[in-house]
């Protein structure tokens, strides 16, 4: 092979080499120009755009953002770890929460149902009129009332004084009015000799000795 045969082979396989790169040249060109003119709509719409908040914008605002979440790293760290466990949360409680709102809404529809809501709405209505009413003095006042007459039913409800009222209550059915007359000194002192007379005048005797320790009570 001659001389001039070589050199012409090696040109054709720098030919081959640069064929490539040449393709690869005329295909940027081809996306610069395509890109071109889209480039130049989005650097217009960004110029539009930042002129909206030229007057609210500062670059010293960014370099003091900047500052601010470097500064405040350990922070952002702590909120995105924060958020994870949330979120871990909701992913693990969403089953529950599935079987458990639906049961709930049952349940508050049933004391919808029953009135339940109607009641207690009702008894705020009163609870409101109470306070427009009275003072909290006058309610405290109430309430230590409450206190005591609590204890005053204590001791009606115990079982010598209800077997007391109960007797009591049934004295006006026994006593016939209509055979009630004058009755003078002796009639008094010929009543005595009544056996059930007697037992009525040993129970005014005590309900008397019990209106003493009352009236001393009152006096202290």
């Known amino acids: 092979m001659t001389r001039e045969e070589l050199i012409l082979e090696r040109l054709d396989r720098l030919e081959a080499q640069i064929a ?10 081809e996306l610069k120009e395509e890109l071109t003119p889209r480039v130049n709509e989005a650097v217009q719409a960004l110029i539009v755009g930042l ?11 960014v370099t003091y953002l900047l500052k601010k979440l470097l500064r405040n790293v350990n922070n952002l760290n702590f909120s995105l ?14 089953p529950l929460l599935k079987h458990t709102v639906p049961q709930m809404i049952f349940f508050l529809d049933e004391l919808e149902q029953k009135g339940v809501f ?17 003072s909290a003095e006058d309610l405290e006042q109430m309430g230590e009332g409450m206190v005591t007459l609590g204890g005053v039913l204590k001791k009606i409800t115990a079982p010598d004084a209800v077997a007391f009222i109960e007797s009591a209550v049934e004295i006006p059915g026994r006593v016939d009015l209509s055979k009630a007359g004058e009755v003078g000194l002796f009639g008094m002192l010929g009543a005595m000799g009544d056996r059930e007379v007697k037992q009525g005048m040993g129970i005014l005797l005590e309900l008397t000795k019990g209106l003493g320790v009352f009236n001393r009570r009152a006096a202290s």
């Open 81 to 94: 770890d924060q958020l994870k466990n949330l979120i871990d949360f909701v992913q693990t409680a969403e």
């Open 51 to 61: 002129a909206d908040i030229e007057s609210d914008f500062q670059l010293e605002d």
């Open 20 to 29: 490539p790169v040449s393709e690869s040249a005329r295909s940027m060109n």
């Open 118 to 134: 109607r009641l207690l709405g009702a008894a705020l209505e009163v609870l409101k009129n109470i306070s427009q009413s009275y």
